[in-house]
């Protein structure tokens, strides 16, 4: 397929995708973002509201992430009013306080849902994700809330009277969650089965939404339906088809779209040299300096970076890249000519371009001032680290057991190194999976980049955004 058919298909379906997309955002409300305090929050307000819905979203989470959620609420007539909780998206305030205690974390977050019911107005709903279930069901104990709406929910605070109004939503490779909401209805009645209504002083139902797990969820038109449904039986709204923002898939078709559309583009990068083979005695020497990079880090303090364990994997991704690139420079390879125009240009995509279509409708890209020395600090260990990958691989053009060993032997690590110490680097095992997602979307990225210019400036590249992606989304935490 020639360069000029990828990036006229590229650039339709990215513009196919937008239309699809904003063909469901709701017209005719009044939208604003307002600081409920120290809390960034959206409003969505229109004329005669069936209700206000309060939307939180789960650890990790931000406002876009619950986009889906929002414009179906708003759509189908409810005033929206969502935040960032502390630690998240645009939120300046980190998390903080005892994480294995009721009265410690989790005390902060429902006494900030609770501020931000207030600004909402009389007992709103609620409605939110996995960790904000339990901070929902636990601030509707200390202000009148209207229905609740859990999804992917597990909270110890449900009691067979509390809440009054319970919804629950699992995805259908939820397993554990599925057996959470099939207790908390068995606390009304020992018998009840999922989809069973249950009236009377409590209000509850279970449902399981088909072929979806714990983000998906967040764009399953089953769940957002039932989410309506239930919402509506309360207020008392007529019976109605609502009206559903099925954005998931035109999402992963936008962004798609613009990994694809970066392929053309590099093809106008100044060319460079190809790299070149690089001994099967140096990728097997990396594997193993990958695997005991624990044993030789263990011991970084914890705590000093407002993010969680970000300290530690800066001198985890900073040993292995700099150790790596010291064996691959003593078995002579190659590392090429560093260009920084090609580099500068695919972090632009990365971050500009892609990252604003991340950050527009699937989970907050940009960062506030406060993460500022978080990002700088974390491109010291990442920029190493996807440099010697980008070299290891032949900019991802070596052979596949090449790719394989090396990155098996990166994640097999950071399970070592929670091995070693659990308690405090248990946070690692949440954060490899955005580790996997980077290499899957943005090293394809990074090989068409390498093709063209070499491995060096796409390894810097990678760096960065490895980085940048790192430093704005996961929580930050203040010991």
């Given at each position: 397929m020639t360069r000029h058919a990828v990036l006229i298909g590229a650039l339709a379906l990215v513009i196919l995708s937008l239309w699809q997309i904003e063909a469901k955002r709701p017209r005719g409300v009044e939208v604003a973002s307002v600081s409920i305090g120290t809390t960034p929050a959206t409003e969505w307000r229109q004329p005669g509201a069936h209700?206000?819905?309060?939307?939180?979203?789960?650890?990790?989470?931000?406002?876009?992430?619950?986009?889906?959620?929002?414009?179906?609420?708003?759509?189908?007539?409810?005033?929206?009013?969502?935040?960032?909780?502390?630690?998240?998206?645009?939120?300046?305030?980190?998390?903080?306080?005892?994480?294995?205690?009721?009265?410690?974390?989790?005390?902060?977050?429902?006494?900030?849902?609770?501020?931000?019911?207030?600004?909402?107005?009389?007992?709103?709903?609620?409605?939110?994700?996995?960790?904000?279930?339990?901070?929902?069901?636990?601030?509707?104990?200390?202000?009148?809330?209207?229905?609740?709406?859990?999804?992917?929910?597990?909270?110890?605070?449900?009691?067979?009277?509390?809440?009054?109004?319970?919804?629950?939503?699992?995805?259908?490779?939820?397993?554990?969650?599925?057996?959470?909401?099939?207790?908390?209805?068995?606390?009304?009645?020992?018998?009840?089965?999922?989809?069973?209504?249950?009236?009377?002083?409590?209000?509850?139902?279970a449902l399981v939404s088909p072929n979806v797990e714990h983000v998906g969820i967040l764009y399953a038109p089953y769940a957002l339906r039932e989410s309506i449904r239930w919402l509506d039986a309360a207020y008392g709204v007529p019976e109605r088809e609502p009206q559903l923002a099925t954005i998931g898939y035109w999402v992963l078709a936008l962004l798609a779209g613009l990994m694809a559309l970066w392929r053309p583009i590099s093809g106008y990068l100044p060319d460079a040299p190809k790299a070149e083979p690089v001994p099967r005695k140096a990728i097997l020497w990396c594997a193993g300096v990958a695997l005991v990079t624990p044993l030789g880090a263990i011991g970084t303090p914890t705590g000093i970076l407002p993010v969680l364990v970000a300290d530690y994997l800066v001198v985890?991704?900073?040993?292995?890249?700099?150790?790596?690139?010291?064996?691959?420079?003593?078995n002579a390879v190659a590392f090429g000519k560093f260009q920084p125009v090609v580099a500068l240009a695919l972090v632009a995509w990365g971050l500009a371009v892609f990252g604003l279509a991340i950050n527009s409708y699937l989970a907050n890209f940009m960062p506030h001032a406060g993460r500022a020395l978080i990002l700088a600090v974390l491109i010291l260990g990442a920029v190493p680290f996807m440099v010697a990958d980008a070299i290891a691989t032949q900019g991802g053009r070596g052979p596949l057991w090449h790719r394989l060993l090396l990155r098996g032997a990166f994640f097999a690590s950071l399970i070592f190194a929670v091995a070693l110490d659990f308690d405090r680097l248990f946070f690692l095992v949440l954060i490899a999976p955005v580790i996997l997602l980077f290499f899957l979307i943005f090293g394809y990225m990074g090989r068409w980049t390498a093709d063209r210019a070499g491995p060096l400036a796409a390894g810097v590249a990678l760096g960065v955004i490895l980085a940048w992606s790192l430093g704005v989304t996961f929580p930050m935490f203040a010991a």
């Open positions: 209700a206000t819905v309060v939307v939180a979203h789960g650890f990790a989470g931000s406002r876009p992430l619950m986009k889906a959620y929002i414009w179906t609420l708003v759509a189908s007539g409810y005033d929206v009013v969502a935040f960032d909780f502390e630690g998240h998206g645009l939120n300046p305030v980190p998390m903080s306080g005892d994480t294995d205690s009721i009265e410690g974390t989790t005390r902060r977050l429902v006494d900030e849902t609770v501020r931000v019911m207030d600004y909402a107005g009389d007992a709103p709903a609620l409605l939110g994700h996995s960790m904000a279930t339990d901070v929902l069901i636990r601030a509707a104990l200390e202000r009148p809330a209207g229905p609740i709406v859990a999804i992917s929910a597990f909270s110890q605070a449900v009691t067979p009277q509390h809440p009054e109004n319970l919804l629950l939503i699992a995805g259908e490779w939820e397993g554990r969650l599925i057996a959470f909401g099939q207790d908390a209805i068995r606390q009304v009645d020992p018998n009840a089965v999922e989809g069973q209504l249950l009236t009377g002083d409590v209000t509850r139902m985890h991704l900073g040993f292995t890249g700099l150790m790596q690139l010291a064996l691959l420079r003593a």
